[in-house]
Every structure is written in structure tokens, then in C-alpha cells.
């Protein structure tokens, strides 16, 4: 099992480093002087600070890593390396998690896929993941998703077992097994299972058998 499927299953709360709570002093200082080097323009500094602090353990700096790749900070825009940095950190950084929900709902150097990205937003505020900015970010995408994706896809994505949008994360589209399959491993639960809705708040549907 992946680590990614156990924070899912298990529900980990992730981490959120560099926050001043989680950080020591050298890597705040390196994160203000990464972040006086942007407002600079200084963006190759900047990149190097990032990569620096993500091999020492930081995930947090992985995800501003990504983001110069997403928006073209300093560089071409380039999202194929935003997810490359954004999945070094999924495991244990809920923004991570929401940026790549971002890819997938956009169609950004992947497959759009609505109702993964729908999964991963939905996971992310009903598990509270992250601090309360990641949790409010999430939720704007969640309210698009809602309102933008038609009701017959979103109860399909709620068929799919949090082990199956992992696959499907990790795997960047590229799962060689079903949903169903990734089901039956574990006997997982479809998400509509797990227990985060009052009674009837869901509806009634029907999943699709490859589901």
C-alpha cells in the first residue's frame, strides 16, 4: 500500500511545515529570504531555497516548488513539473492535495477529470485536512465542482473508494486497474460510506457496476 492510500484510509492529519508552529528558525529565515528573493525577481534563488528545503523534509516548500512550475514564476509555465512536485508532497500536505485537484479539474498537463478532482476536494474539507486557509481554499473548489458538475457524475465519483482516487493520483490517469478492482483490494468502502453525511443528505442512486 502506498503511502498516500494510508494517509486516506487512515485519515492522517498532514502536515503543513513551514508554518511558523512547525518550523525552526534556519528554515524560517531561509523562507523569508526565498520569498524577499521573489518579490526581487530573484526567482532562481528563489527555486533553489525550495528545492533546498524540501530535501530537508519540508513538503510545504515542494508545493511553492510546484506552484513557480503552475503560474510561470520566473519560468515557462510548465504543469507537467507542477505535478511532479505537487505528488513528492500529497502524502503529507493537504495543499498538495487541493493544487491537484486544481490539474485535474482544469485539464492542466493531464486528462481532465472532474469528478477526481470533485473527490479530492471533498476529501480535504470533510476531513478538515491542512490548516484553515487549505480548508477554505478547498472548499471554494468544492462550491465550483457542486455547481458545475452535473449530479449524475458527482454521485458516480461517490461509487469510487478513496483507494481508487489515490491510484488514479499517483498514477496520473493511468490506473490499470478499475474502480471495482481497486475496490475489492481491502473491501473498501465507496466514499458515499464513509460515514460524512447526516442520514438522506446523500440520496438515493445507483452505482454503475464498474464501480
Same mark, same amino acid.
Given at each position: 500500500?502506498?503511502?498516500f492510500?494510508l494517509?486516506?484510509?487512515?485519515?492522517?492529519?498532514?502536515?503543513?511545515?513551514?508554518?511558523?508552529e512547525?518550523a525552526?528558525?534556519?528554515?524560517?529565515?531561509?523562507?523569508?529570504?526565498?520569498l524577499?528573493?521573489e518579490?526581487a525577481?530573484?526567482y532562481?534563488?528563489?527555486?533553489?531555497?525550495?528545492?533546498?528545503?524540501?530535501?530537508?523534509?519540508?513538503?510545504k516548500?515542494?508545493?511553492?516548488?510546484?506552484?513557480?512550475?503552475?503560474?510561470?514564476?520566473?519560468?515557462?509555465?510548465?504543469y507537467?513539473k507542477?505535478?511532479d512536485?505537487?505528488?513528492?508532497?500529497?502524502?503529507y500536505?493537504?495543499?498538495?492535495?487541493n493544487?491537484?485537484g486544481?490539474?485535474?479539474?482544469?485539464?492542466?498537463g /493531464?486528462k481532465?477529470n472532474? @469528478?477526481?478532482?470533485?473527490?479530492?476536494? &471533498?476529501?480535504?474539507h470533510?476531513? *478538515?485536512?491542512?490548516? !484553515?486557509?487549505?480548508?477554505?481554499?478547498?472548499?471554494?473548489?468544492?462550491?465550483?465542482?457542486?455547481?458545475?458538475?452535473?449530479?449524475?457524475?458527482?454521485?458516480?465519483?461517490?461509487?469510487?473508494?478513496?483507494?481508487?482516487?489515490?491510484?488514479?493520483?499517483?498514477?496520473?490517469?493511468?490506473?490499470?486497474?478499475s474502480?471495482?478492482? /481497486?475496490?475489492?483490494?481491502? @473491501?473498501?468502502?465507496?466514499?458515499?460510506? &464513509?460515514?460524512?453525511?447526516?442520514? *438522506?443528505?446523500?440520496? !438515493?442512486?445507483?452505482?454503475?457496476?464498474n464501480?
Amino acid at each position: 500500500m502506498t503511502r498516500f492510500l494510508l494517509l486516506l484510509f487512515l485519515l492522517i492529519p498532514v502536515s503543513t511545515a513551514h508554518s511558523e508552529e512547525s518550523a525552526d528558525n534556519t528554515t524560517l529565515e531561509l523562507v523569508k529570504k526565498a520569498l524577499s528573493a521573489e518579490a526581487a525577481g530573484d526567482y532562481k534563488t528563489t527555486y533553489s531555497i525550495w528545492e533546498s528545503l524540501y530535501e530537508k523534509g519540508d513538503y510545504k516548500a515542494a508545493v511553492s516548488a510546484g506552484l513557480m512550475h503552475r503560474q510561470g514564476t520566473g519560468m515557462p509555465v510548465d504543469y507537467v513539473k507542477a505535478m511532479d512536485w505537487y505528488l513528492r508532497a500529497v502524502n503529507y500536505n493537504a495543499d498538495a492535495m487541493n493544487n491537484i485537484g486544481i490539474l485535474y479539474r482544469d485539464g492542466l498537463g /493531464i486528462k481532465k477529470n472532474r @469528478k477526481i478532482s470533485y473527490l479530492l476536494f &471533498l476529501t480535504i474539507h470533510m476531513e *478538515g485536512m491542512g490548516d !484553515e486557509e487549505t480548508v477554505m481554499r478547498a472548499n471554494r473548489n468544492l462550491r465550483q465542482e457542486i455547481d458545475e458538475l452535473p449530479l449524475i457524475e458527482r454521485q458516480e465519483a461517490l461509487c469510487y473508494s478513496l483507494g481508487y482516487m489515490a491510484a488514479y493520483v499517483e498514477s496520473r490517469g493511468n490506473t490499470q486497474k478499475s474502480p471495482r478492482e /481497486i475496490r475489492e483490494i481491502g @473491501k473498501q468502502p465507496r466514499v458515499r460510506d &464513509l460515514g460524512w453525511w447526516a442520514p *438522506g443528505e446523500v440520496g !438515493e442512486f445507483t452505482c454503475p457496476v464498474n464501480t
